[in-house]
């Protein structure tokens, strides 16, 4: 697979089969991974997997976690304004309007939601965190980690599914995971097949048009 066919090829899985994903064969994609750019070489991503069994212990111990959460940053800014507003929430409503949701059924938009936070039953996933002395600089690097894996995910015929919405629960996740005080939840990041007879996964989100966002200076 050329990388323009993985880049093309990538998108946010929703919905996954529950073939199960080899713990060798994510070790070797994040082995890959590690080769992503990173400002000093500080490579400040810090990995937590699960997978089979974990994975049901998992989910299990989720619901059973009563205590409220302190979410570990804003995941979108107060006030977007515009044209991020606008972009963030044609996204929701084209995908409630693919599954059949109207805007009045808020116990089915609640539902879906909830999928987030059981990875939308991918069989594997991992937990991305970072130490919380870095700054934006380290998180972009994140970014290049995490899109360096989506990419070579594709490459084995994997779909994923990045997940900022588990930073809405980072006390039970490290608690989980046992992660160090000093570290800071990031994302998870759903791994799996792409379940093709899911109608949710036929949804492809626009992108602006190139002189929306760039351009060439001449002087």
Avoid: H
């Avoid at 515009?82 to 009045?104: F, N």
Wanted: with cysteine; net charge neutral.
């Amino acid at each position: 697979m050329k990388v323009s066919e993985a880049v093309l090829s990538r998108k946010t899985t929703r919905a996954f089969l529950k073939k199960p994903v080899r713990n060798e064969l994510i070790k070797s994609l994040l082995k890959k991974s590690s080769r992503a750019a990173s400002g000093g070489n500080l490579q400040p991503w810090r990995v937590f997997v699960i997978n089979n069994e974990t994975m049901k212990s998992f989910l299990d111990f989720q619901k059973n976690w009563t205590d409220q959460e302190v979410p570990s940053y804003a995941v979108y800014p107060e006030n977007l304004k515009e044209p991020y507003r606008s972009s963030r929430y044609k996204v929701g409503e084209d995908l409630y309007a693919l599954l059949g949701i109207s805007r009045e059924d808020k116990e089915g938009r609640y539902k879906q939601l909830s999928k987030n936070f059981e990875f939308f039953g991918a069989p594997a996933a991992f937990f991305c965190f970072v130490d919380r002395q870095m700054g934006p600089p380290q998180w972009s690097d994140l970014g290049m980690f995490l899109q360096t894996f989506m990419l070579l995910a594709r490459e084995e015929g994997l779909d994923t599914c990045p997940q900022e919405a588990w930073a809405m629960k980072p006390q039970s996740v490290s608690k989980f995971v046992e992660a160090d005080e000093e570290l800071m939840l990031f994302c998870g990041m759903a791994i799996g097949y792409k379940d093709e007879k899911a109608k949710i996964n036929d949804l492809i989100t626009e992108r602006e048009p190139l002189d929306v966002w760039v351009k060439f200076i001449e002087k």
